[in-house]
C-alpha cells in the first residue's frame, strides 16, 4: 500500500523533480516507509511506500529489465504468485518477489489489457518509454483512489486531492455543480471534484496517454470491467452456500498474505464477523479484531463484537468514542482533500488508529449490502411495489395524509420515522425513490439553502441527471429492480462513499484495508445469483446468512441491523458542538460565498430545539464550512528530502 504520484509534460519541456518531490511529501501517510523517484525528460514518477510484501526488494518506481517500461504503484495484486509464474514461463525474468513487478512485465506481455489479469486493488501509472505512452488505472470497484489534471501543459496526478494541491498553478476554483452533488448524495461522484478542471479517474477505468513525433498527444480513458447482473445460475440454496463458501474462503485466504502483522476490523455485524471467523479458520493462532462503541446504546455495537470475538477466539481490541472525537474533524477534512458528508468517517479514522497500534494490514466486511442487498433502500423497494399497488384512494386519502401529521421529530431509527420517511418515498417513480433513499438535502431544500448567486449559477443544473441516466443504464443491463439498486450500489455509494471512507480513513494512519466481499471474483458470482437468495420478504443477506450459520453465534444472525454510524444527532446537541454549529453562521463563515446563512440558521434550530433529527445536513455543512477553510486555502508545501530515498535521474 502506497501513495503515488507524478507528471509529463505534454510539450516535451523536461521536467523537475522538485514538484514531483512536493507531491510526494503531501502522501508520507500513506507511505511512511520510504519513497522513491523516476525522472527522465519530460516524466516523472514518484512513490510513498508502505511496506507490505517482500519489504527489502519492493521498492518503487520499479522497471523492466532494460529500463523502458517503469511503473508507480498503489495497492496490492492478490493473484501475483500465479501470474508471476506463468510470466516467468514467457520468458519475463524477475528481479524480486513484489507484486509491483508483476505489473510491469504483464503490460509487457498485455499491454493496456494488462488490467483484465488482475486480482486486487490498485491504481497505477505506468511509463513506457518506446511507446511514449502513459497509462493510468484503477481498480475495478475503485479501493484505491486516482486524481488528476491538466495544467500549464502538464498531466499530473496522485492518490490524493493533497498531492495535485501541492502544486500551486492546480486549479482551487469551485465547481458549483459539484457542490449541488455533494449535497445532494453526500460525496462527488467521479469524474468530477469539488473544483473545476480537476477529475477522478473512474473505478474499472483506464486513462491513457500517448505522445506523437510531432510534439501532439492523444488521450482515452475507457472502461475496462463491469459487474453483469444478466443471465442467473442454476444451483439450488445449497450448492449455492457450498460455491460461496468456496470462493470467500479463497478470497480470504489471498487477502491474508503478507510480511506484515494483521487482523480485522470487527463492527459486530454480519459481514465482519462471517469475515473474522473464516480468518479464524485459515489461522493457526489467534487472529486480532478492532471495534469501537458509543456510550449510546441504539449506535453500540460492542457486545455482539465481543459475541463474536469469544466465540472465534480472537485477540480482541475495542475503544469506546466519546462526542470529544469531534475535534479531529479538522485533520480528517485535511486528508479526505473534498467535501465528504459520511458521518461514519470519525468512527472510521479511530478504529483504524486502533488498529494501527497493533497491525499494519485489516480486513474488513465492506461489500456484504452491495453482494447480499442489505440496505434498507433494498427492502424498501420490494414494499414500495406492493405499496403502489393499493388503490390510490387508500394511498392518496389515508396513508399518506396520516403519515404527514406524524411529528418531524421523528429519529432516524424510530419505526414510526421509518414508516413516515418510506411513504414519502414511495410515491415516486422507481428512479427517484433510490435518489429519495439516499439525498442529504432534497432539491426543494437545496434550492432554499442556496444565496441569489448560486441560485443563478446553476439555474441550468439538473443534479438528479448523473443518477437518472446510470440508473437508465441499468435498467437496459437487468429487468429486476434489486439489481438494478445493486448496480447503482455498486457505481455510486459504493465506489464513492464507502470505498473512498475506507482508504482515506486507514491511509490516514498508515493501515492497509483489504476486502474479501469486495473480491471481483465474489462479486460476479453474488451477481449471478437469482435476487431470491439475496432477499426474501423482510429477511436479508439470504445465503450469506446460511453460511454464517455454521461460523457464529445466533444472536449476530438474529440481530436487527444498525450499520456502522454514530450518535450524531445527540453529539449535535451536545455542548462540545455548539462552537462547531455557531461556526457556521459566523460573521466569518466561508459558506457565506455559496449559502443563505439564514437556512443554516433555521436547520441549527430545528435540531436543536425542535428536536428534529437534522444531523445529517448539518454535519455535511460543517464538513464544507471547514473544507473551504482548511483545504482551500490551504498553503502549499515546501519540498523536502526524505531519509530513505530512491532516486533515480536518467
Known amino acids: 500500500m502506497c501513495g503515488i504520484a507524478g507528471m509529463i509534460d505534454l510539450r516535451g519541456r523536461p521536467v523537475e523533480r522538485v514538484p514531483v518531490r512536493r507531491m510526494c511529501n503531501a502522501l508520507v501517510h500513506r507511505g511512511p516507509d ?35 517500461v517503469w511503473v508507480s504503484f498503489n495497492g496490492e495484486i492478490y493473484n501475483y504468485s500465479e501470474l508471476r509464474e506463468e510470466l516467468i514461463s514467457r520468458g519475463h525474468r524477475f528481479v524480486s518477489h513484489s507484486d509491483t513487478e508483476v505489473i510491469v512485465h504483464a503490460y509487457e506481455e498485455y499491454g493496456v489489457d494488462c488490467v483484465r489479469h488482475f486480482r486486487g486493488m490498485f491504481a497505477f501509472a505506468v511509463w513506457d518509454e518506446n511507446e511514449r505512452r502513459l497509462m493510468l488505472s484503477r481498480d475495478r470497484v475503485g479501493k484505491k483512489p486516482l486524481f488528476y489534471t491538466e495544467c500549464d501543459g502538464r498531466l499530473l496526478f496522485a492518490s490524493e486531492m493533497q498531492g495535485l494541491l501541492a502544486i500551486p498553478e492546480v486549479s482551487r476554483d469551485l465547481d458549483i455543480t459539484a457542490v449541488d452533488d455533494y449535497l445532494n448524495f453526500g460525496y462527488i461522484p467521479a469524474p468530477k471534484t469539488i473544483f473545476e478542471n480537476v477529475f477522478k479517474l473512474p473505478p474499472a477505468h483506464s486513462l491513457t496517454l500517448e505522445l506523437d513525433e510531432y510534439g501532439g498527444h492523444k488521450q482515452r480513458i475507457e ?7 444478466g443471465p442467473k445460475l442454476t444451483l439450488d440454496r445449497q450448492e449455492a452456500r457450498e460455491a460461496l463458501e468456496e470462493k470467500l474462503l479463497e478470497a480470504t485466504r489471498l487477502r491474508m498474505i503478507s510480511d506484515v502483522p494483521l487482523g480485522v476490523l470487527l463492527s459486530g455485524g454480519l459481514d465482519s464477523s462471517v469475515i473474522a471467523a473464516l480468518m479464524s479458520r485459515l489461522s493457526d493462532r489467534p487472529i486480532k479484531t478492532f471495534s469501537i462503541g458509543f456510550n449510546d446504546s441504539v449506535y453500540n455495537e460492542l457486545p455482539y463484537a465481543r459475541k463474536v470475538a469469544e466465540h472465534c477466539g480472537t485477540d480482541h481490541h475495542e475503544l469506546v468514542v466519546e462526542p470529544q472525537g469531534l475535534e479531529i474533524l479538522p485533520k480528517l477534512v485535511r486528508h479526505y482533500g473534498e467535501p465528504f458528508a459520511d458521518s461514519s468517517a470519525i468512527a472510521t479514522y479511530h478504529v483504524a488508529r486502533l488498529t494501527r497500534e497493533h497491525v499494519t494490514v485489516a480486513l474488513n466486511g465492506d461489500g456484504g449490502d452491495e453482494c447480499f442487498a442489505g440496505y434498507d433502500r433494498h427492502l424498501g423497494i420490494g414494499l414500495a411495489a406492493k405499496y403502489q399497488q393499493l388503490p390510490g384512494l387508500i394511498r392518496r386519502g389515508m396513508i399518506e395524509p396520516l403519515t404527514r401529521l406524524l411529528p418531524q421529530s ?21 428512479d427517484q425513490q433510490y435518489i429519495n433513499w439516499i439525498t442529504y438535502f432534497p432539491a426543494s431544500l437545496r434550492h432554499r439553502l442556496y444565496n441569489d448567486e448560486s441560485r443563478s449559477r446553476l439555474q441550468q443544473y439538473d443534479g438528479r441527471s448523473w443518477m437518472e441516466e446510470l440508473f437508465r443504464d441499468h435498467s437496459e443491463r437487468s429487468t429486476d429492480v434489486l439489481d438494478q ?42 451477481a449471478s445469483l437469482p435476487t431470491s437468495m439475496k432477499r426474501q420478504g423482510m429477511s436479508s443477506k439470504v445465503l450469506l446468512r446460511d453460511l454464517a450459520a455454521d461460523l457464529l453465534p445466533a444472536e449476530v444472525l438474529q440481530r436487527r441491523k444498525m450499520g456502522f454510524g454514530l450518535p450524531m444527532a445527540s453529539w449535535l446537541r451536545s455542548p462540545a458542538a455548539d462552537a462547531w454549529l455557531d461556526m457556521l453562521v459566523s460573521p466569518d463563515a466561508r459558506l457565506r460565498e455559496l449559502f ?21 445536513r448539518l454535519w455535511s455543512l460543517l464538513w464544507l464550512e471547514i473544507w473551504l477553510q482548511e483545504v482551500r486555502e490551504q498553503a502549499v508545501p515546501s519540498p523536502s528530502t526524505s531519509s530513505n530515498t530512491q532516486e533515480i535521474l536518467c
Not at 412 to 423: A, D, E, N, P
Open 34 to 68: 520510504a519513497d522513491g523517484f523516476y525522472v527522465k525528460g519530460q516524466v516523472a514518477l514518484g512513490q510513498r511506500r508502505l511496506s507490505i510484501i517482500d519489504l527489502s526488494g519492493g521498492r518503487q518506481p520499479m522497471s523492466n529489465e532494460d529500463g523502458s
Open 223 to 229: 472502461r475496462y470491467w463491469r459487474l453483469d447482473y
Open 410 to 430: 421523528l429519529t432516524q431509527l424510530s419505526r414510526l420515522g421509518q414508516i413516515k420517511r418510506f411513504v414519502e418515498r414511495s410515491a415516486s417513480p422507481v
Open 485 to 526: 439498486f445493486l448496480g447503482l450500489d455498486v457505481e455510486s455509494y459504493l465506489a464513492y462513499d464507502l470505498l473512498v471512507k475506507m482508504d482515506i480513513a486507514t491511509m490516514a494512519c498508515s493501515l492497509e484495508a483489504r476486502s474479501p466481499l469486495l473480491d471481483h471474483q465474489v462479486m460476479e458470482f453474488c
Open 596 to 616: 443563505d446563512t439564514s437556512a443554516i440558521q433555521q436547520t441549527i434550530d430545528e435540531h436543536r430545539i425542535q428536536r428534529i433529527d437534522r444531523a445529517p
